[in-house]
């Protein structure tokens, strides 16, 4: 048998009133707002792509550079390591990070060149990342910051794992996502020989060698 049409209307009409009830409606702002809501939202986005990673007012304690990429490096690794030493002492100091680890990582990243650049696209001595660098808020750019970014960085990932150099290069190396990933370092030739040869530096230098 067929409901007549009239029928039909009112129980529907009846549902909509107990869904009403049930389910009440949110209001929804204002259409002005919601677009002003937008415009603000794609504004924030596009400033932040556009934004210099090496603007200094978001860099904290970022002097001018100094003029040492302007000097002649030297030639020899040895003298090269020798023109940072006692910076690296006074930042290792300040991080609480073992100087003979940031001298392995130093020799291994640039052999001490602060205008070396990877073809990945890492600067300088502790060869950083721009992202990296700007996480850490400094300049890669300017060499005293860089060494300065990645002894912090040491420090911080020492920290995540405990005092485990091996998972700290890797990390260092690879990433800490990956190496969180994988429990330990991640199967990747690179990775596997950085961490090798960067322990058997730190070694070397903890003798004295």
């Not at 809501?37 to 002097?63: C, G, K, T, W």
């Amino acid at each position: 048998m067929r409901l007549p049409i009239d029928n039909i209307a009112r129980v529907l009409g009846r549902m909509r009133e107990i869904e009403s009830i049930i389910y009440p409606r949110q209001e929804m702002p204002d259409d002005s707002q919601n677009k002003a809501a937008e415009a603000e939202r794609f504004q924030n986005v596009m400033e932040e792509i556009l934004d210099d990673p090496y603007d200094e007012s978001r860099i904290e304690d970022n002097p001018e550079p100094e003029p040492f990429l302007d000097a002649k490096v030297p030639a020899d690794v040895e003298s090269r390591l020798a023109v940072w030493e006692d910076d690296l002492l006074e930042l290792c100091e300040k991080y609480g990070v073992d100087p003979n680890l940031a001298r392995a990582v130093l020799r291994h990243e640039s052999g001490g060149n602060p205008k070396a650049v990877s073809s990945a696209g890492a600067i300088g001595l502790m060869q950083l990342m721009p992202g990296t660098a700007r996480g850490l808020g400094v300049n890669p750019n300017d060499p005293k910051r860089n060494l300065e970014g990645g002894i912090k960085y040491l420090a911080q990932l020492s920290d995540k794992y405990n005092g485990d150099y091996t998972r700290t290069l890797a990390a260092y190396n690879a990433g800490s996502g990956r190496v969180d990933a994988y429990g330990g370092v991640p199967p990747f030739p690179e990775t596997e020989r950085y961490v090798k040869n960067v322990l058997a530096l730190y070694r070397k230098y903890s003798r004295g060698d």
